[in-house]
């Protein structure tokens, strides 16, 4: 059964402070997603990792993907208010069969 | 402009009724998606499918039926609601599974409680 962990669970950090949520799978997968939820609202796409070594920024995110280690990470740099957020990653096991980790819930405090 | 929509947003019923939510897009995408989101679980998948006639059971499928008779709608029936599947489900679609790019679009979601 594949596992999808995140941590931290949650994470309260400064507005300008840099910090990195991590994502580990058990099983092998080359295609992750991250996404993010406002609180009551849907799902947003943030980003999609296809492959090994891949890296994809936006703004003051960026995301990676290392499939050997079966290990994605979201890196925030100078965080600001508005990333406030729960993130969830999600793997891709079969032909965009995702399972979700639990989320992580961002708290960024001026 | 092409969307997603679910329908009703928030529901409340009783044990042992039959409740169905509705999943509507117009992205003409193959591919949607049922999923329940708990806390400490985020998401989970119930069911799928990747086009017209084609259902596919999910992780948490127990108690949930899906039928596909068009490309715009998955509509997700519970078939004696219980107290356990009280949660917020969302739908989601996208395009053909060769998309490699793609990735899943998500409806508003929808708050259902059981009683």
């Known amino acids: 059964e594949l596992k999808v962990e995140q941590n931290p669970l949650f994470l309260s950090m400064q507005e300008g402070k840099n910090y990195t949520i991590y994502c580990n799978y058990s099983t092998t997968s080359d295609r992750l997603y991250w996404y993010r939820q406002d609180p009551g609202k849907s799902l947003e796409s943030l980003f999609v990792?296809?492959?090994?070594?891949a890296v994809k920024q936006e703004g003051r995110l960026m995301a990676s993907l290392d499939t050997k280690a079966r290990l994605s990470t979201l890196h925030i740099t100078a965080a600001v208010h508005d990333l406030s957020a729960t993130y969830f990653c999600?793997?891709?096991?079969?032909?965009?069969?995702?399972?979700f980790g639990q989320g992580t819930r961002l708290t960024i405090n001026p | 402009d092409a969307e997603i929509t679910q329908s009703p947003r928030h529901k409340i019923t009783e044990t042992g009724r039959q409740v169905t939510l509705a999943c509507h897009q117009t992205?003409?995408?193959?591919?949607m998606f049922w999923y329940r989101q708990d806390l400490g679980h985020g998401l989970r998948l119930i069911h799928y499918s990747y086009g017209v006639h084609d259902t596919n059971k999910g992780e948490v499928s127990d108690g949930y039926s899906v039928s596909r008779s068009n490309t715009e709608d998955l509509p997700l029936t519970l078939e004696s609601a219980a107290s356990s599947q009280t949660s917020v489900y969302f739908c989601?679609?996208?395009?053909?599974?060769?998309?490699?790019?793609?990735?899943?679009?998500f409806g508003p979601g929808t708050r259902l409680t059981v009683l």
């Open positions: 992205w003409n995408h193959n591919n």
């Open positions: 989601a679609s996208s395009e053909e599974v060769r998309a490699w790019a793609d990735t899943q679009y």
């Open positions: 990792l296809l492959s090994n070594g």
């Open positions: 999600a793997v891709d096991i079969r032909a965009q069969k995702l399972v």
